[in-house]
């Protein structure tokens, strides 16, 4: 260990940390060891901590107890299966057990707040360019998913605490929640709000829970629309082959298609804020729900529609597996199952030669039948086919209730887009793509 200014440095030698596997996760997991830690990077040696406490030898011992807690689990690599860089391909997140440099690092490292790379105030066209971009980006979404078949959707920003603990998310992902707090509707409440103003006290004494918490993503909203219905209306068919979408899907009439865009909010650490990870941001979202196999098609059909999309906007990057950030060594297992099943792909930003910027803009997503169970949502047996890669298998309800459909989700983050976008080509709408100039 050593200071650095008001900061101390500690420094891990990699064999240390080597029993802990993906050094990629075990770095994102570091994050959330102290709010003290400002900065987390590695070199071929070592992993290097900048720490703003003053107990730092508590947080080695937090360090050595998560190593220890992920040591002797299974390791799977990352597989790419698309790549379009013409320059300087990256490593990749495969060789990360190994020290070696991975195309996940600026994930990590880039732009850690008062830590890291300073930021910069946008210009007033960066600004101006960037609503424009989102603009397009999303009349260029909605003209493909409606091409599919989906129903458009706009839900609100907050949801029910219900929800979120049906769909697993506050279980699995608790560091990402915004709960939201509110001031009782009373008149004495309402006075030492007032008084608290007037000395210049705090006000989150006087708060209460809401019962609700701001959207970390949209599609639970459209479980939560489903919750309890039995197929058989469908919002979309999936037939559609409009312009700009790949060939129509081969599903049966109970493939349901849905799309909505919204803001989403998720507690990033600080450290970790820059261009590329906001707190708020946008995301459009597709959901299908339907049988298993029909489901699977409709992913790879997004996939393969959104990998073309990608090259006709002249932006470089992979598609890769995947898997969600879970925070608990527990879920370590979940993490693998993921990677193991496929049932996640990530197209990710990452031009060739000499950029640092590698991040992922959309997700290709397989639930199997989890959270159609979780939200009783429901077909006949033969409509819904095996039990998927999510895990948990499907189980046949009692008679008359059929049993859980599959779902999956593809959610592009538009703020990632937008960025990969203007890094690409600027920020004068003359020299974007055509496609674009078209939506604005």
Known sequence: MEKAGDRMLIRVPLDKVGQAGDLIQLMEKIYYLS???????????????????????????????????????????????????????????????????????????????????????????????????????????????????????????????SVLQKSGYIRNFPQNVYAVGEFRHQFDTMQEIRTRLEDNAPLHELLQPSGMYLQPCVCYHVYEERSGTRSGSPAGNGSGNGSGAAEAVSSGPQLALYSAYGPCFRHEHASRIDESRLREFGMFEIVYIGGAQEVRDMRLKLLEDTWRLFGQLGLEGYVETASDPFFLPEDTDRRLFQLAAESKFELRFAPGGESASDYAVTSFNVCGDVLCKAFGITGEAAECGDSGEAGEAGETGETGKGVPLHSGCTAFGVDRWVQALAETHGYEAGSWPQLIREHL
């Open 35 to 161: 709010d003290r830690i400002t900065i987390v990077r590695r070199d071929e040696a070592a992993l290097t901590i900048e720490y703003g406490g003053s107990d730092e030898e508590e947080v080695v011992r937090r360090l050595d107890a998560l190593c220890a807690s992920l040591a002797g689990r299974r390791k799977l690599p990352y597989r790419k299966v698309k790549d379009n860089r013409r320059d300087g391909k990256a490593a990749g997140r495969a060789q990360a057990q190994t020290g070696a440099s991975s195309s996940r690092e600026p994930d990590s490292e880039r732009g850690e707040g008062s830590g890291g790379t300073e930021r910069t105030e946008p210009s007033e066209s960066a600004k101006e360019a960037h609503v424009l971009l989102e603009q397009a980006l999303v009349r260029l979404l909605r003209s493909r998913a409606h091409a599919y078949g989906a129903a458009l959707r706009r839900y609100p920003a907050m949801m029910p605490e």
